[in-house]
């Protein structure tokens, strides 16, 4: 499209003045513009499911760090507290050397009686000071544990505010006047005929089933339904349906089957797009997949993209 030069007559302090304004872009140009940032807010959308993962893992490693040091801490306080009471029984019984109260006691049969039980108030403070040395090691290093845990926490709570503030930054400029009318233009793909889907039923074909209801409903980035979808979402939602659980990251869902060729794919199968596996579908046949684009798309039956980079099923 041609894109159309307009100009503008600005007034400034009661004079006239005629001014030449840049040709606006082409309704193209604002459309590749607007590809090319919604695909970088999809891109980063996974990364952000990513890092939403791995902070869930953090946040419980924290939870048992900290369970772990405060059950340490109660272990080590109470065998401080035994040696204390074992070193005072020994205090009592006698504080003396065994050989000096042999020699000086008037009553050796009676001290040899009394030298056992010192010996066995020793014995226990030995095995309970061993033990308290342990607790205390183990608590030093359920602290330090507990204490990383939380540093971790913290970088990924700052990486995933990054992730939003960018992709925050990027929908600003996605929800513009001009680059809504190219995203309108954008969403224009075509429509398809209806599918005529394998008899046999799998895992596979009652996901992809499930995933074609949803068909209309728009991409939201790090949604998983039940109306808005990012990609990897509407593939979490879809097999959810039928009881399987997957992660909600494109990077993980690329390890969750076994991998398939190109010339095998099946109706179901995932189907992984771009270098950094950002981007997935569910693919239908015949060259076809549902997927949820990008921001500023509904889920659509679209064709396999030529980013193709693999695929996986699920079994």
């Known amino acids: 499209m041609l894109a159309v030069a307009t100009v503008a007559v600005l007034v400034q302090g009661g004079a006239s003045q005629a001014q030449t304004i840049r040709p606006q872009p082409s309704l193209t140009t604002l459309v590749n513009q607007a590809k090319k940032l919604s695909n970088e807010v999809d891109s980063l959308s996974?990364?952000?499911?990513?890092?939403?993962?791995?902070?869930?893992?953090?946040?419980?490693?924290?939870?048992?760090?900290?369970?772990?040091?405060s059950e340490a801490q109660a272990a080590m306080s109470g065998s401080q507290q035994a040696v204390s009471q074992l070193a005072a029984m020994g205090y009592m019984s006698g504080g003396m050397d065994p050989t000096l109260q042999m020699l000086t006691s008037g009553d050796p049969v009676r001290f040899l009686n009394q030298a056992s039980?010192?010996?066995?108030?020793?014995?226990?403070?030995?095995?309970?000071?061993?033990?308290?040395?342990?607790?205390?090691?183990?608590?030093?290093r359920a602290q330090l544990s507990a204490k990383q845990q939380i540093a971790t926490v913290d970088v990924l709570q700052q990486q995933i505010n990054s992730k939003v503030s960018s992709i925050q930054s990027k929908l600003k400029v996605l929800n513009?006047?001009?680059?809504?009318?190219?995203?309108a233009v954008f969403d224009q793909t075509g429509s398809y005929p209806n599918i005529a889907l394998p008899e046999v039923s799998n895992v596979g074909t009652i996901a992809l089933r499930a995933a074609l209801t949803k068909v209309?409903?728009?991409?939201?980035?790090?949604?998983?339904?039940?109306?808005?979808?990012?990609?990897?979402?509407l593939v979490v939602w879809a097999f959810a349906q039928e009881g399987i659980l997957l992660p909600h990251y494109t990077g993980s869902?690329?390890?969750?089957?076994?991998?398939?060729?190109?010339?095998?794919?099946?109706?179901?199968?995932?189907?992984?797009?771009f270098p950094d596996i950002s981007h997935v579908g569910i693919y239908i046949g015949n060259g076809l997949m549902v997927d949820a684009p990008s921001t500023g798309q509904k889920v659509q039956v679209q064709p396999v993209f030529d980013a193709y980079v693999g695929a996986v099923r699920i079994a």
Not at 57 to 64: D, F, G, I, R
Not at 129 to 135: A, H, N, P, V
């Open 253 to 273: 869902l690329w390890n969750s089957g076994m991998h398939v060729s190109r010339a095998d794919l099946e109706p179901g199968d995932l189907v992984f797009f």
């Open 46 to 69: 996974q990364q952000y499911d990513a890092l939403k993962i791995e902070i869930a893992n953090a946040k419980s490693a924290e939870k048992h760090a900290k369970q772990a040091a």
């Open 117 to 140: 039980t010192v010996q066995e108030i020793d014995n226990q403070a030995g095995m309970r000071l061993t033990s308290l040395q342990s607790e205390q090691l183990a608590a030093a």
């Open 176 to 183: 513009s006047s001009a680059m809504a009318q190219a995203m």
């Open 216 to 233: 209309g409903d728009w991409y939201v980035w790090g949604a998983a339904g039940p109306t808005t979808f990012d990609c990897s979402g």
